[in-house]
C-alpha cells in the first residue's frame, strides 16, 4: 500500500514542486533523491522517477541519506551554523545524537536500542483513541494540553545505563499498563465518545507520558552535550530535527537543557522537520557543491535497470563509549555508514 501510495503521485508532486518553483527541467542543476534508510519499495518510486529526469536532461544524480538531511536543513534556515555542531533527529523511526564533525562525517553518539519517540507518541494516541487524521504525535501534544503532566508517576527509561541511548518500547508498556488500571482499553474507544471524566483521563496519561517521554530526550542531550564538547569544544550548536521536533512542549523543555549549557538551540520550522522535499534539496546541494554526485543515468534506462538502494543506513560510526550493551540492533544486511563510505573514497583518492 505504501509502494502504491507513492506510485501514485509521484509524477505530479514533481510536477507541481517544479510549477511552484516556476521553473522547468531544463533549469535544474542536478537530481537529488533519498536512497535510504527507509523501505527498498518506496524508496525505489523515488530513485527510479530521479534517474528518469536526470536521465532525460542529462543532470548528475545526488543519492541523500535521509537522516543527514533532516539535520543539514538547519543550515538552510541558520546561516551562521558551522561544523562541527551537535544535533538530536528525533522522528518516527529513528532517535539519533549525532557529532557531526563535517559534511559527510558524523560521529554517532547514541541511538534508539528498540522504538523511537514518534512511534511511542504515534501508539499512545492511537491506544487514546484520539483523532489520528492529523498524526498521531501532534493529536497527543495537543491533549496534553489539558491533562496533569504530575498525575503520573511513570518511571524514565535506561537511567541506570549512563549512556546517550534511548528506548521506548518500556514506556510504552507503562502506558499501557496505567491505562488498564483506569479502565480504558487500548484503541477501542474513540475519545469523541467519552465523557468528560474519561476524557480528564486519558489528557493525564497524556500529559504524564510527554513528560516523561521528553524528560529522557533531556538526560541524554545533557550527557550528549558533555561528552561533544570534549571530543569538539568548539561546538555552539543543538539541532534538533525530524517530526517529533515540531512539538512545542519538546522545543521549549530543549531549549531550556541547551541554554544552560550555554549553547544555541536550532530547530527548523514544522514544516522542515517533518519530512519534506526541501531538506533534500539542501543537502544534495550541498554535497553537489563539494564534489559527491553521480554522473546522468543513461536516458530511457529500463523499468528494471539496477541501482543502489540502501534500506539500513546508518549516519555515522558509533562513539565507543557510546556502545552499548543494551543495544540488540540486527546488524544483518546493514550498510557501512555514509561517513565510512566517503572516508574509504577520500583515502582512495589521495
Ligand atoms: O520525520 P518524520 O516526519 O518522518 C519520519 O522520518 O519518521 O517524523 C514523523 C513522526 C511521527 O511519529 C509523528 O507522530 C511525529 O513525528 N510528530 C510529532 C509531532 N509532529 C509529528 N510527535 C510529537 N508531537 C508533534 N507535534
Ligand atoms: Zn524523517
Redesign the pocket.
Known amino acids: 500500500m505504501a509502494e502504491e501510495a507513492h506510485s501514485l503521485v509521484i509524477d505530479q508532486v514533481v510536477r507541481q514542486a517544479l510549477d511552484n518553483a516556476n521553473l522547468t527541467e531544463n533549469d535544474l542543476s542536478a537530481v537529488a533523491v533519498t536512497i535510504g534508510p527507509g523501505l527498498s519499495l518506496c524508496l525505489r518510486v523515488g530513485v527510479q522517477k530521479a534517474r528518469r529526469i536526470a536521465g532525460q536532461f542529462s543532470l548528475p544524480i545526488v543519492g541523500v541519506h535521509?537522516m543527514e538531511a533532516?539535520a543539514l536543513v538547519a543550515r538552510l534556515i541558520e546561516k551562521n551554523l558551522q561544523f562541527p555542531f551537535l544535533a538530536l533527529l528525533i522522528?518516527?523511526?529513528h532517535n539519533l545524537l549525532i557529532l557531526a564533525h563535517e559534511l559527510g562525517h558524523y560521529l554517532q553518539l547514541g541511538t534508539t536500542i528498540d522504538d523511537a519517540i514518534?512511534?511511542a507518541?504515534?501508539k499512545t494516541a492511537r491506544w487514546l483513541g484520539l483523532d489520528m487524521r492529523k498524526?498521531?504525535?501532534?493529536a497527543?501534544?495537543e491533549l496534553a494540553m489539558e491533562g496533569d503532566p504530575n498525575s503520573i508517576n511513570f518511571s524514565i527509561p535506561m537511567k541506570q545505563h549512563k549512556d546517550c541511548n534511548f528506548s521506548y518500547a518500556g514506556l510504552k508498556t507503562q502506558v499501557r499498563l496505567a491505562m488498564e488500571s483506569r479502565k480504558i482499553s487500548p484503541g477501542s474507544d474513540p475519545i469523541s465518545l467519552t465523557n468528560s471524566e474519561g476524557r480528564r483521563s486519558r489528557a493525564d496519561i497524556a500529559a504524564s507520558f510527554q513528560r516523561v517521554a521528553v524528560l529522557h530526550l533531556e538526560e541524554r542531550c545533557q550527557r550528549a552535550i558533555e561528552w561533544a564538547l570534549k571530543i569538539e569544544p568548539s561546538i555552539k550548536y543543538l539541532v534538533v530535527s525530524?517530526?517529533?521536533a515540531?512539538?512545542k512542549y519538546v522545543r521549549a523543555r530543549l531549549n531550556h537543557v541547551v541554554e544552560n549549557n550555554n549553547l544555541q538551540l536550532v530547530c527548523p520550522p514544522p514544516s522542515l522537520c517533518?519530512?519534506n522535499g526541501v531538506m533534500i534539496a539542501w543537502t544534495g546541494i550541498e554535497h553537489f557543491l563539494s564534489g559527491r554526485f553521480d554522473p546522468p543515468p543513461p536516458d530511457n534506462e529500463p523499468e528494471d535497470a539496477m541501482f543502489e538502494l540502501r534500506p539500513r543506513w546508518p549516519l555515522g560510526e558509533e562513539y565507543l563509549q557510546g556502545k552499548s550493551e543494551a543495544r540488540s540492533m540486527k546488524k544483518a544486511r546493514m550498510y557501512p555508514s555514509l561517513t565510512s563510505m566517503i572516508q574509504d573514497s577520500l583515502q582512495q583518492q589521495s
Open positions: 535521509h533532516h522522528s518516527g523511526g514518534g512511534e507518541y504515534d498524526g498521531g504525535g501532534p497527543l501534544e525530524g517530526g517529533v515540531s512539538n517533518t519530512d
